[in-house]
């Protein structure tokens, strides 16, 4: 970790059992983040880890959606060289924690994890609104954040990447696009945010999860983005269009071994 970062005892009070420990910790990593200029890639897993454990640490459902929104407002004041990074180290810290999540759905913490389904929204949201708000001038920082969508939580391959992750990010994918241009005023790159759905769509072995991308992209939305609203055949046109380029299907004995996409 760098000389001037904050030391582990700092990011160690991040998971602290005390609230107003964990809140002053919060505060302190506030005025840090939004100074500093770099951050190596293991600093950032480093405060991840911390503020994941924050997280792990709030109790009652109230206090922990005003903790995920105020751990999402972080990539506001983070210097804009920075977004990428910290959102890389998120999903990362994310991916890896999901299994340890993902097992509280059996026993009597589901709050757990609703609360990290609430933040992985949250974070979500705050990626789109800090483009949204630069008007998404800037084309190649947005490929860099759709390129760590596409490599980590969507991920149409690799075997770290959860099917629950996967899931629940197709799952809010156009519901947050839909808040931050819930008036149309502004024109997104539509088909660039499609991409990294569309990309898991095409490659995913994973029968289900190539549904889920389906439903994704018949949602009514995107059409009405497209300027075709009230055309359902168009909008299926467009999602056969998304997937031209795939070959092959789905074996003929009903196996899940496939290397394209079937209509």
């Known amino acids: 970790m760098a000389a001037d970062a904050p030391n582990n005892p700092f990011v160690k009070q991040l998971a602290s059992s005390d609230k107003d420990k964990r ?25 991840w880890k911390g503020l994941f454990f924050c997280m792990w640490m709030s109790d009652k459902p109230k206090p922990q959606q005003q903790l995920a929104r105020d751990l999402a407002e972080l990539v506001q004041i983070l210097p804009p060289q920075n977004v990428v990074p910290f959102m890389h180290a998120f999903w990362k810290t994310m991916a890896r924690e999901w299994v340890g999540i993902d097992a509280l759905r059996s026993k009597i913490f589901l709050h757990r994890m609703n609360k990290f389904l609430y933040l992985i929204r949250q974070y979500f949201l705050a990626a789109l609104s800090f483009f949204a708000k630069r008007d998404w001038r800037d084309r190649d920082l947005l490929g860099e954040y759709l390129e760590v969508l596409a490599t980590i939580p969507l991920n149409p391959t690799s075997g770290k ?47 289900a999860i190539r549904e889920a991308v389906k439903d994704t992209l018949r949602d009514e939305r995107l059409a009405i983005w497209r300027g075709k609203a009230g055309s359902p055949g168009e909008m299926q046109d467009d999602i056969q269009r998304d997937y031209d380029h795939a070959k092959g299907v789905l074996n003929d004995d009903g196996t899940d071994e496939w290397s394209g996409i079937e209509e």
Not at 23 to 31: F, K, M, P, Q
């Open 161 to 207: 990447i959860p099917n629950g992750l996967r899931y629940h990010v197709l799952d809010i994918y156009v519901d947050e696009m839909d808040k931050v241009d819930a008036k149309r005023e502004r024109m997104l790159p539509i088909e660039d945010l499609l991409g990294p759905v569309k990309e898991l769509g095409v490659q995913s072995p994973t029968k």
């Open 23 to 47: 809140d002053a910790a919060l505060e302190s990593l506030r005025t840090y983040i939004s100074k500093r200029i770099n951050f190596d890639e293991l600093e950032l897993l480093k405060l």
